[in-house]
């Protein structure tokens, strides 16, 4: 099976502390691979390097076999990356189309004088936007609230629409920091179940940061664990869970 992503030697210090430390992972196409550990280990860090937010000290990124190390984030976006972040980054002021629709103008534009005088181009545009962001909506059953503000949905209906916003992108690589925090047991539930459906019908490739240990085990194949910033173990899912050196970092036993 191809390799999606593949991250050699990654590493990046702040103030002379490694925050990340010979990081190395590979992701086959399809995949649903997790990233776990304490807080502090530098699992966003990690996000972080993967999408432009920093750029790093030392290492490779590639994905599908581009290098992507150092580039921009819009352009990392651009080449397949998506992301979600852990603490939900909505625009709460517009609706909850218009939001999908901000995710789609990586892959739909116009020129700014089409968009001012609103020529043929531009309604051509924006009519199949809707049209993409409605069916983006009905996959995660947010069709009937699309005129809405985003403000105005429940906690974990704007985590499924921030899902939706990072698809429109059409991503090859979707990373999910976190998605499940603050949610209750139900819509932890109904969370995994949407990751697995967006695994299935996009033919999409996950890699999750998490901290419920249920949906880890529930849903990825595969694990790697971080600690203070350097790979402690990786491998299967059941595999790892029943790690001692896993126990004894992770869950403090």
Do not use: W
């Amino acid at each position: 099976m191809a390799a999606i992503l593949e991250v050699n030697n990654l590493g990046i210090s702040f103030g002379g502390l490694h925050a990340v430390d010979n990081f190395h992972v590979t992701i086959n196409q399809g995949e649903l691979y997790g990233l776990i550990g304490p807080n502090g280990a530098g699992k966003t860090t990690i996000f972080n390097l993967l999408t432009g937010v920093y750029k790093p000290d030392e290492g490779i990124i590639r994905l599908d076999g581009q290098d992507i190390t150092g580039r921009k984030t819009i352009d990392i976006n651009k080449a397949g990356v998506a992301r979600t972040f852990q603490n939900i980054r909505l625009f709460h002021q517009i609706s909850v189309l218009d939001n999908v629709k901000v995710g789609l103008h990586n892959r739909y534009s116009y020129s700014t004088v089409t968009g001012i005088f609103r020529l043929p181009g531009y309604r051509r545009t924006e009519r199949l936007m809707d049209e993409k962001a409605m069916e983006l909506l009905k996959v995660f059953d947010l069709d009937t609230s699309a005129e809405i503000l985003a403000s105005n949905l429940p906690y974990g209906k704007q985590r499924k629409l921030e899902i939706a916003r990072a698809l429109a992108t059409d991503p090859k690589l979707l990373l999910l920091d976190e998605p499940a925090a603050g949610m209750n047991p139900n819509e932890t539930a109904e969370l995994m179940e949407t990751i697995r459906f967006v695994r299935e019908h996009f033919g999409i490739t996950i890699l999750l940061i998490e901290h419920d240990m249920k949906l880890v085990s529930g849903i990825c194949e595969r694990l790697s664990v971080l600690n203070f910033g350097k790979i402690l173990c990786e491998g299967e899912t059941s595999e790892v869970l029943h790690d001692p050196e896993v126990i004894k970092a992770y869950l403090g036993e």
